[in-house]
Each structure stands twice: as structure tokens, then as C-alpha cells.
């Protein structure tokens, strides 16, 4: 058993925990519900996908660091509508001010531009 990946967000463990799935490596998540039992959580508590096979280390996390490096599909930045910053479009809230991100994000016809 080794440990590939460990991190605070749970659906991003969660996923990579599904490549490894398709591409067929026995892996499985340690502390997967261990966030809730205190509020202050430490990396000891984040959620670890883990390889069952040692042998399999190397393959996983090939495979996982062509994900985490790749570029966001959609990583168009956005503006925020409440404070007007420009948010990375990886973020699903405003970096400034926490507002979440609105459905239009590109208007290519922008009215008042004088
Ligand atoms: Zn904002």
C-alpha cells in the first residue's frame, strides 16, 4: 500500500480514485469521512488515495500527474459581478470576496463599452 494522493478535497480525491479505477490499479481512499469529526483539519485527516500494490505506484502516478498538469478545459478567466476582480476559471467563487460564479461568463457583446 502507498499513498498517491492526499488532499482536502474530497471530490478530487474522489476522482483521481476513479482514473485509477478505469485504468484498472486496485487503489482505495483512507479517511474518506475522517473531515467530520473535527474542525480544524489537519493533512493527517485529508482524505489519501492509496495504491493496494506498490508495483502500481510509479503507473498511478503517471497517470494522475497527466491530469493534475494538464490545462483546464475551461479555464477561461471571469469577472467577478459583485467586486468586478477577475477570477481564474478554475474557481467556482470569487477569490476576493467569495461570490459565487454566475452562469454567463463570456458576453462578447458588451453594452456601455464607449
Ligand atoms: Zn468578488
Not at 495504491?51 to 467577478?80: F, K
Amino acid at each position: 500500500m502507498r499513498e498517491v494522493f492526499v488532499n482536502q478535497d474530497h471530490a478530487r480525491v474522489g476522482f483521481y480514485k476513479s482514473v485509477l479505477d478505469d485504468a484498472g490499479i486496485p487503489n482505495f481512499i483512507r479517511n474518506q469521512y475522517a473531515n467530520n469529526i473535527t474542525e480544524m483539519p489537519s493533512a493527517v485527516f485529508f482524505p489519501a488515495l492509496c495504491v493496494v500494490n506498490d508495483d502500481d505506484y510509479d503507473r498511478a502516478m503517471h497517470i494522475l500527474g497527466e491530469i493534475y498538469y494538464a490545462p483546464p478545459s475551461q479555464a477561461a478567466e471571469w469577472r467577478c459581478p459583485c467586486c468586478n476582480e477577475e477570477v481564474p476559471g478554475n474557481f467556482d467563487s470569487c477569490w476576493n470576496c467569495g461570490a459565487l460564479r454566475t452562469v454567463s461568463t463570456v458576453n462578447s457583446d458588451e453594452p456601455g463599452n464607449t
